[in-house]
């Protein structure tokens, strides 16, 4: 979750689209370069341990962009394939 949003706060959308899970990934990503994400902080964690092959992360992200100020509350599950964690979606 924390190199996903640094990839966000960077405008890395190469890194964000190789940790999507090919399942719900889209074809392209165009992240808003007015878009500046600020802080994240893990509200949750369930499962994601080494043995898991699943997650979820409970976050808050925190941007500034050219309408103001705002904040995102997400859950998001993760699965692993091959001892790496993609994102599958938000629930």
Request: charge should be positive; glycine fraction near 8%; charged fraction near 25%.
């Amino acid at each position: 979750m924390r190199s996903r949003f640094s990839a966000f706060a960077v405008g890395d959308s190469a890194y964000l689209l190789a940790t999507w899970h090919s399942s719900t990934a889209p074809a392209a990503l165009d992240l808003d370069p007015e878009q500046r994400w600020t802080r994240l902080d893990i509200l949750h964690t369930t499962r994601g341990g080494m043995l898991d092959t699943e997650g979820t992360v409970e976050f808050r992200a925190f941007y500034r962009g050219r309408d103001g100020a705002g904040n995102q509350l997400e859950t998001s599950r993760f699965v692993k394939q091959n001892r790496r964690w993609f994102y599958l979606d938000a629930v």
